[in-house]
């Protein structure tokens, strides 16, 4: 949780605030904006991420790859300090994330102390109170990729699902 506060970060123009967790399907169903993904996430590929921030921040975020309901730290796709505007970012599916739905958290605050060396001196997780930011849920869906082939509409539809480990006519699909 965050503190709501008048000159805390935000995620783009607005923020909500969640009196209660808003859980399962509900995690998308608020105003939140500022984070947009720029196309589908398709395993095994990099996807466009815009992060926009109404000021300097430090933000974190993760995505549950593997479903086992933990944000963990090899899950981060985001940590660290960004600047205000729009911050244009990738993501990268990992190999073998199965399709379907996954939920990410994204955090932003403006208190992460540095000491003299420049080195955050606490850091931001998944989980706990901060007192300032926003956080925001969403609920994203990996996609399969597939391969349709080229022939005209004319002809029978067929597909294959990619997978790292299947076979390949030639060496690029």
């Known amino acids: 949780s965050h503190v709501l506060t008048d000159d805390g970060p935000r995620f783009g ?9 808003q859980s399962g399907v509900n995690a998308s169903d ?17 996807t466009p991420l815009t992060i926009a921030l109404d000021q300097d921040a430090f933000v974190g975020a993760w995505i ?11 899950e981060a796709i985001v940590l660290g300090p960004l600047d205000a505007g729009n ?5 990268r599916v990992p190999d073998g994330t199965p399709p379907g739905p996954v939920y990410a958290r994204f955090r932003v605050t403006s208190l992460l102390d540095s000491n003299s060396t420049g080195n ?11 007192p300032d930011g926003e956080v925001s849920d969403y609920l994203l869906e990996v996609s399969k990729e ?3 082939g ?19 006519l ?4």
């Open 120 to 130: 955050d001196t606490q850091t931001l997780t998944p989980g706990g109170r901060s």
């Open 150 to 168: 080229d022939a005209p509409a004319e002809y029978p539809e067929a597909s294959h699902v990619i997978t790292d480990s299947g076979p390949r």
């Open 30 to 46: 608020d105003t939140d904006d500022g984070i947009t993904f720029d196309g589908e996430l398709l395993c095994g590929q990099e």
């Open 146 to 148: 597939e391969d349709f």
């Open 13 to 21: 123009s607005t923020v909500d605030s969640e009196p209660t967790r």
């Open 170 to 173: 030639g060496s690029v699909v």
């Open 64 to 74: 549950d790859w593997n479903g086992d309901n933990e944000w963990s730290e090899d």
């Open 87 to 91: 911050n244009n970012l990738t993501v």
